[in-house]
């Protein structure tokens, strides 16, 4: 058995299915194969084994086994009160794989659940969404003609995903435009995790979109690559990146910051276990890192880490305040379990669960915030070179 642990909070329906949580994988110490079943836990699996029988027995319609277990494990991960388990088959979670190694399809969104339902936090260049007109802020009322007002983002994204080529009708409410729908036709999407660039003021400026595998190592190569075409500093976008991979959130932290703590993760019953910059660090190249609502978990995570370090400034919006990690099984079957197993904590110690990451400045909309990210820079570089 597998193990990789998790931290995202927003769900990619550009990505062939969801990602939800800051989970972490191929960690020596993330987990291994779980003990065997115990007595008790055998005797529980025993009812299930004895239904499973009776069915096949006497069902007036011949039940398909696989999906009786397939049930079986779902109601289980239900019945934990946990908002991130779900169980995946092995399809499923052959496509979650995917998604977390950075392979898109689809239309284009990015959502979160929120009190009045599922919002678009972030419509992506180039994508079926983007063409369309589809505005962040919007909300997602129905799929295909069917009403979804009243069901959870998981839902929603199984049924706007599909295969490229297909279509899919989107009803939305929210917008400018006020309640309309959209046809939009599903396809592979090419698109850059990482976005660079170097701004007219001589500011580096860095997108990360999520937090996938190698995207650590990436980052590292385009700041590095826009500090040699002369940066004086970078701006780390992280404007609804929705997290992704914990290792991934340590490596990029790790380029800014030298040494230090970077988050501390508390499991059940265990010991919190704390996780340090990796060193080598371009600490002093003077940083802002930009972020909203749709920053979440990862990302919340790096921008803890910077805060509590004084590493850099926070300018933007409140983030999605998402503080706990998820671990993902891969099981014998081929698919796959994702369930709340700890918490995280900023360097400070405290939880971002339920409050996100407070901006030293508060700036409302896209435009504003990158030009406050770039005059806070550039005030940072003047600091740093004696002015």
Not at 127 to 150: H, K, N, Q
Not at 185 to 212: A, C, H, K, M, W
Not at 325 to 347: C, H, M, R, W
Not at 355 to 362: A, N
């Amino acid at each position: 058995m597998l193990t990789r642990i998790a931290a995202t909070a927003c769900a990619l329906v550009f990505l062939a299915g969801v990602t939800q949580a800051a989970y972490s994988r191929g960690l020596a110490d993330a987990g291994g194969a779980p003990s065997a079943v115990s007595a008790d836990n055998g005797r529980r699996l025993g009812v299930v084994a004895e239904v499973l029988d009776q069915l096949d027995a006497d069902a007036v319609k011949a039940p398909d086994d696989s999906k009786l277990v397939d049930g079986a494990v779902d109601g289980m991960l239900r019945a934990l009160d946990d908002p991130y388990a779900q169980y995946f088959d092995l399809d499923e979670f052959s496509e979650f794989n995917d998604a977390l190694d950075g392979e898109f399809s689809g239309v284009g969104l990015v959502l979160e659940e929120g009190p009045n339902g599922v919002r678009i936090v972030s419509v992506l260049d180039g994508t079926p969404a983007a063409e369309a007109g589809i505005t962040e802020g919007e909300r997602i009322i129905s799929v295909d003609g069917s009403d979804v007002r009243d069901k959870a983002i998981n839902v929603i994204v199984e049924r706007v995903k599909g295969e490229a080529g297909t279509d899919v009708t989107l009803g939305l409410a929210g917008g400018q435009q006020g309640r309309h729908e959209v046809t939009l036709t599903r396809r592979q999407i090419d698109v850059p995790n990482i976005e660079g660039r170097l701004l007219e003021d001589g500011s580096g400026y860095v997108r990360l979109l999520q937090f996938t595998g190698g995207v650590g190592e990436a980052v590292r190569g385009e700041v590095e690559r826009l500090v040699t075409e002369g940066a004086s500093g970078i701006v780390l976008d992280l404007r609804g990146n929705p997290g992704g991979l914990l290792p991934e959130a340590i490596e990029v932290a790790s380029i800014f910051i030298e040494d230090g703590q970077i988050v501390s993760v508390q499991e059940r019953e265990a010991e919190r276990r704390t996780y340090a910059a990796r060193g080598d660090a371009l600490s002093d190249l003077p940083l802002v890192v930009l972020v909203d609502k749709g920053s979440a978990s990862a990302s919340e995570i790096v921008a803890g880490a910077v805060q509590d370090s004084g590493r850099g400034d926070i300018v933007g919006t409140s983030t999605f305040g998402k503080g706990t990690v998820q671990t993902i099984q891969t099981l014998d079957s081929g698919g796959g379990v994702k369930f709340t197993t700890a918490e995280y904590f900023t360097p400070s110690g405290d939880s971002i669960e339920g409050v996100g990451v407070q901006p030293d400045q508060v700036v409302r909309g896209e435009d504003a915030q990158l030009a406050a990210a770039q005059r806070t820079l550039q005030a940072a570089v003047a600091r740093a070179n004696g002015g």
